[in-house]
């Protein structure tokens, strides 16, 4: 049965929070509002770009029309500017490289739009074979929701016992428990280490080549 690697990516593969702090702050200044800092950013962001809006907004605009012109607003500027300030974390690529040389199935599960997701992917791994990169599409459920890993697993010819997903988020580690997978979680990334540490981790990493380190043993 094929070994898979999911990754989660933003704040796993990639450090996006700068672009996407840009683009939600232009959506703000669009509409005469304040802006929020980096860091603020990062307690907002891994439940998709709808939840991302809407915690950005204050809390007497954040009704269902407004939040979806303002999501509107904030794709608009960002599908247009998704890499100005993305970087792969450093020993990223490695890792990748490494993993796919010794056989594993590698895929990206994302709660970013399905196009940026894609975008992104396509744009710093061109080198890279992922037997499936998916973000989030109309209709199709978040993580932590388990449906979103389900068909990876099933496309990709794995089980359970032979898939970890690795992200930076107890959003992450949440979906590896409702699939049944084992998680591993990315301290580098946009949640505190004690998130990983109070939600469950299976196994926690605080740099890139430990991933290697780790599944090599699997």
């Not at 593969?13 to 980096?38: F, Q």
């Not at 599908?79 to 690529?93: L, Q, S």
């Not at 074979?129 to 388990?146: C, Q």
């Amino acid at each position: 049965m094929k070994r898979l690697a999911v990754f989660d990516l933003d704040g796993t593969l990639l450090d996006t929070i700068g672009d996407l702090a840009v683009a939600c702050n232009h959506m703000l200044a669009l509409r005469g509002l304040g802006s929020h800092t980096l860091d603020e950013y990062r307690t907002m962001v891994g439940n998709g770009i709808m939840r991302l809006v809407e915690r950005a907004l204050p809390e007497q605009l954040r009704t269902t029309e407004y939040v979806a012109e303002a999501r509107r607003d904030f794709v608009a500027y960002y599908i247009d500017h998704i890499d100005i300030h993305t970087r792969p974390y450093e020993g990223i690529r490695e890792v990748l490289h490494t993993l796919q040389d010794e056989g594993w199935a590698l895929a990206v599960a994302s709660n970013k739009f399905d196009a940026g997701t894609k975008r992104l992917i396509a744009g710093f791994f061109p080198e890279v074979t992922f037997k499936a990169i998916y973000g989030n599409r109309e209709g199709f459920p978040l993580k932590p929701d388990a449906a979103l890993l389900e068909l990876i697993m099933s496309e990709c010819g794995a089980t359970p016992e032979t898939t970890f997903m690795i992200g930076d988020s107890g959003v992450d580690i949440q979906t590896a428990q409702a699939s049944g997978v084992r998680s591993i979680g990315c301290s580098w990334g946009f949640r505190p280490r004690t998130e990983l540490e109070e939600i469950g981790a299976d196994y926690i990493v605080d740099k890139p080549l430990e991933i290697v380190e780790l599944l090599s043993n699997f």
